[in-house]
């Protein structure tokens, strides 16, 4: 196997290995994080235990989250230094500061204010402690903006000039706002978002047709449902706009995508291709299912498209994205679950306002339920398959059409790079199950309805059946 001899595909292979891993952690904590804030804040205005509970029992999967982020987003950072240290000689004035502002901008302010949130229920004013989940929250999206930032500025450089084999930034507000920054931080913001949705929805979906806490859960069910409404179409719209973007800026990813060899020139209309085999060697898709027309309507909601849509046949193979079947249908499972959970939603909302998810009738809603559960690990590989498109898709250009790949790798021996891997490999392995185990465990447990509730004189929690408790509370009468 000639890649186990490679710097460059292992030093890539490392990287996709640990970019993947860490991204599933912090998808969960930047979306749960505005759900923390929104039931804490129905705790505060209500005063109904019912909120406090899930706020204290979300929180739980919040940490372990946060917990496996932390340890494997370190890492992957190091890498710039490591296995790509010439990029990140070329594009540090820039790049690194970003990095830098993800770290003591976002990362340090959701740390400093996590452990008030986990710790000090009991111990801080009930509103200083919401203020802290409000950072928390603050913290953890604006990780999310950074690093898109970053990103972004890789997939169309703005803002800086090349003097000496290093970019030297002119301007750094145009380089933060480079053309796909706004779009791309918005269509993973509102990833993260949906796809904690769908989890905490699934979950909760789980422990109504187990018949625990229904009465409980259905009111998470709920928020999230009501939240998805608008979330749901939104990621869709989105994700137009970025595609569009695509189309004007990266013409070989958009070529990729749609595995386009032939070039379909400006003011004709272009079919899309639904299903295909590309096959690289002879240029061409092996077997195809098109939509006469179509790819107009996709990219610019117009027939005809102003701009020619290029074929791969156009650039020489070294300057055009390879496994384009990989990223043909990484699009395309990105795109079919984005729909798939807005119908999910679409159906949800309608059983709603038919009655059907009102206590003694949600847990009669068996299929609506299971396909809940179903769609909860949906949002990560929709997003996994989204960044394998952006990434991938930007080859062979680290950052696009200024600094090649190969140009950007460490000189490190490939033994040293496929140790490295393997080592990798086999911690994020226990780590992942180690996760799944501690996960598992919290959701089989449920929430603590034992936990007293700042401000309220509890009584013990009701057992109704064997593991089953109910919240037994009352206001101390000087708050009534």
């Not at 292979?13 to 923390?36: C, D, E, N």
């Not at 109504?208 to 009501?226: M, N, T």
């Not at 009352?474 to 009534?480: A, D, F, K």
Request: some cysteine; overall charge negative; proline content about 5%.
């Amino acid at each position: 196997m000639e890649f186990l001899s490679d710097t460059v595909v292992l030093s890539r292979l490392q990287f996709a290995l640990t970019a993947i891993f860490h991204m599933l952690w912090p998808v969960l904590t930047t979306g749960m994080s505005i759900y923390l804030v929104v039931v804490e804040g129905l705790w505060l205005k209500t005063r109904n235990p019912d909120y406090y509970y899930h706020a204290r029992f979300w929180a739980k999967l919040y940490v372990l989250n946060f917990g496996i982020g932390v340890a494997s987003g370190v890492p992957m950072e190091f890498q710039f230094g490591t296995n790509w240290a010439p990029f990140s000689e070329a594009v540090g004035n820039f790049f690194g500061s970003i990095i830098g502002f993800e770290a003591s901008w976002a990362f340090m302010l959701e740390a400093a204010f996590l452990g008030i949130m986990v710790f000090g229920w009991e111990r801080v004013n009930p509103i200083i402690h919401y203020i802290s989940t409000i950072f928390v929250a603050i913290g953890s999206n604006l990780s999310t903006f950074w690093i898109l930032t970053a990103n972004s500025w890789m997939q169309t450089p703005a803002g800086v000039e090349m003097v000496e084999g290093q970019f030297v930034v002119k301007d750094y507000f145009e380089a933060i706002l480079n053309p796909f920054m706004a779009v791309s931080v918005l269509h993973m913001f509102f990833a993260t978002l949906e796809t904690s949705l769908f989890v905490i929805g699934g979950i909760s979906a789980w422990y109504i047709l187990k018949k625990r806490h229904e009465a409980f859960f259905s009111k998470a069910f709920k928020i999230v449902l009501a939240v998805a409404i608008a979330v749901a179409p939104l990621q869709i719209y989105i994700g137009h706009l970025s595609g569009e973007q695509v189309y004007r800026y990266q013409p070989t990813k958009l070529a990729a995508m749609e595995a386009q060899w032939e070039t379909v020139p400006a003011g004709q209309a272009a079919d899309w291709s639904m299903l295909a085999i590309p096959n690289e060697t002879a240029e061409q898709n092996d077997w195809e299912i098109t939509i006469p027309n179509a790819l107009g309507y996709i990219l610019e909601f117009k027939k005809e498209l102003p701009y020619p849509v290029r074929g791969l046949k156009e650039w020489q193979p070294e300057d055009r994205p390879h496994m384009v079947g990989l990223i043909y249908y990484s699009f395309r499972i990105m795109v079919g679950i984005g729909f798939f959970l807005a119908g999910l939603m679409f159906l949800s909302v309608i059983q709603w306002v038919r009655g059907q998810l009102s206590e003694g009738n949600i847990e009669k809603q068996t299929w609506l339920m299971v396909g809940w559960i179903a769609a909860a690990p949906l949002g990560y590989i929709a997003i996994e398959s989204g960044w394998i498109v952006r990434c991938v898709g930007r080859q062979p250009w680290t950052v696009y059409e200024q600094i090649r790949t190969v140009d950007a790798v460490s000189n490190l021996p490939a033994s040293n790079v496929l140790t490295s891997l393997t080592g990798f490999a086999t911690v994020y392995t226990v780590l992942f199950f180690t996760a799944l185990y501690f996960g598992s465990r919290i959701i089989q447990r449920g929430p603590n309805f034992k936990l007293p509730v700042p401000g309220v004189e509890g009584k013990p929690a009701v057992e109704t059946k064997p593991g089953e408790f109910v919240p037994d509370q009352r206001p101390i009468e000087t708050q009534q």
